[in-house]
């Protein structure tokens, strides 16, 4: 089974401080990790998708990468309009070709002025 | 820019009476699935539904629930008689190539 775990829980920055959310994944011949920001009381807002070890995906002041256990969203001088839950999800093989996510729990972004 | 679109926003309905929650993928997309996240839980894969049929089902989503495409731009989910613990969040989402994409979702809350 397909397993998802994101770190840390939640993360509170000052406008301008840089970091990197942690998603560690297990599963069974990755067909594609997905980065989501999800705003209170919105659907999942499509990111980025990651594919194989080594691959950078850059947008803005998000950039994502990935390597063979985990992938890193890292936010470069982030501004208060960041703050929102940002999701990891993976597509495995054992999806077959329904192509259904596993989803993390989220890491919860505050960005204060 | 085209989006996924569902309504109602919110629904409130009484344990036991039947909910219909509505959906419209964007036009070109082969693949739709329906997703719930109960509140402060995880977003979690109920069915996924391509060429008019049921692709894949959790095993969350049992005999209470259904989903149709009754025509070229709906597609909904129904469940026929709501528990309290069906209160969630639920998100259809729609695939082209790769990428899935969600709509603002439709609250659900079973009094």
């Known amino acids: 089974e397909d397993q998802v775990t994101q770190s840390p829980e939640a993360l509170r920055l000052q406008e301008g401080e840089s970091s990197s959310l942690n998603c560690s994944y297990t599963v069974s011949g990755l067909r594609g990790l997905f980065w989501y920001r999800q705003d209170p009381g919105k659907g999942p807002e499509f990111l980025f998708t990651?594919?194989?070890a080594g691959e950078e995906k850059e947008k803005e002041r998000l950039k994502a990468t990935l390597t063979k256990k985990e992938s890193f969203l890292h936010i470069t001088a982030p501004k208060p309009e960041d703050s929102a839950t940002y999701l990891c999800a993976v597509r495995g093989a054992s999806g077959g070709s329904n192509y259904k996510l596993t989803f993390g729990k989220g890491t919860l972004l505050t960005v204060n002025p | 820019e085209p989006e996924v679109t569902q309504t109602p926003s919110h629904q409130v309905t009484q344990m036991g009476q039947e909910v219909i929650l509505r959906c419209v993928p964007i036009?070109?997309?082969?693949?739709f699935y329906w997703y719930r996240q109960i509140l402060g839980q995880k977003v979690e894969f109920l069915v996924s539904?391509?060429?008019?049929?049921?692709?894949?089902k959790s095993e969350i989503f049992d005999d209470q629930f259904s989903v149709e495409r009754p025509d070229g731009s709906n597609f909904t989910l129904k469940i026929r008689s709501t528990k309290l613990e069906d209160s969630a969040m639920y998100f259809c989402a729609s695939m082209g190539d790769n990428e899935q994409f969600f709509g603002p979702g439709t609250r659900l809350t079973v009094l």
């Open positions: 990651l594919y194989s």
């Open positions: 036009s070109n997309h082969l693949y």
């Open positions: 539904f391509y060429n008019n049929e049921i692709s894949e």
